[in-house]
């Protein structure tokens, strides 16, 4: 079965300051993807950043980046220089090459301290 | 391009009623996705349509439970005999699978918010 950790409900962060979200996966699956979204309070769930597993270099854009560890089936993101606006949910998903839906975490609640 | 829209943003309704709502996923995509998200948690997946087909369902997915996308464009979720488990915010996303080289990732609407009083 596929599942998604993250192990950090809640994390804080000073403005431009840099936060490393956690997130962990189990599966048994060698070809798939990995996503980070983010859910501004009542806003709808946008895209942040895309990993494909049979890429070793790490995904970036612009002030985000991730660090993908695939034998340890790990999977975080890094914010630099936080930003006010990027309080919110963040979910870590997983979806298999073949497969049709995501899987995902239960969510890392993110405050940007001004 | 406007995205994924959803109709209505919120519903309240007494337990027992049926309840619908309407997705309109981005018009070049031929997948569309049904998802619940309750308090605290991710979205869980209940089914997926390529064009007007339902290919998979969740368990979750109870015969109360039932999804259509009729011209393989827009699509309703129907919830009949609605239970105060019911309540939760109901999600849309839609794909794009005929691009090559394309994750398919997915792109979400607004959801809808259910409580079931």
């Known amino acids: 079965a596929q599942t998604v950790t993250q192990s950090q409900p809640e994390m804080s962060v000073q403005e431009a300051e840099t936060v490393t979200l956690s997130c962990t996966y189990d599966?048994?699956?060698?070809?798939?993807?990995l996503f980070w979204y983010k859910q501004p309070p009542s806003r709808q769930m946008i895209l942040v950043i895309r990993?494909?597993?049979?890429?070793?270099q790490n995904a970036t854009e612009n002030r985000f980046s991730v660090n993908f560890q695939k034998a340890a089936k790990s999977f975080s993101l890094k914010i630099s220089d936080s930003q006010l606006g990027d309080a919110a949910m963040y979910f870590c998903a997983y979806r298999i090459h073949t497969g049709n839906q995501f899987y995902f975490g239960t969510g890392t609640s993110l405050t940007v301290i001004p | 391009d406007t995205g994924v829209s959803q109709d209505p943003r919120h519903k309240i309704t007494k337990r027992g009623q049926n309840v619908t709502f309407r997705c309109d996923p981005i018009?070049?995509?031929?997948?569309l996705y049904w998802y619940r998200q309750t308090l605290g948690q991710g979205p869980e997946f209940l089914t997926y349509f390529q064009n007007e087909a339902q290919l998979e369902k969740s368990r979750l997915l109870s015969d109360r439970f039932s999804a259509e996308r009729p011209k393989g464009s827009f699509s309703t979720l129907e919830i009949q005999r609605t239970e105060q488990g019911d309540s939760a915010m109901y999600l849309c996303?839609?794909?794009?699978?005929?691009?090559?080289?394309?994750?398919?990732?997915?792109?979400f609407g607004p959801g809808t918010r259910l409580t079931v009083t």
């Open positions: 599966t048994s699956e060698s070809d798939y993807y």
């Open positions: 990993q494909e597993a049979y890429k070793q």
């Open positions: 996303a839609s794909s794009n699978s005929w691009l090559a080289g394309n994750t398919y990732e997915q792109y």
């Open positions: 018009s070049e995509h031929n997948r």
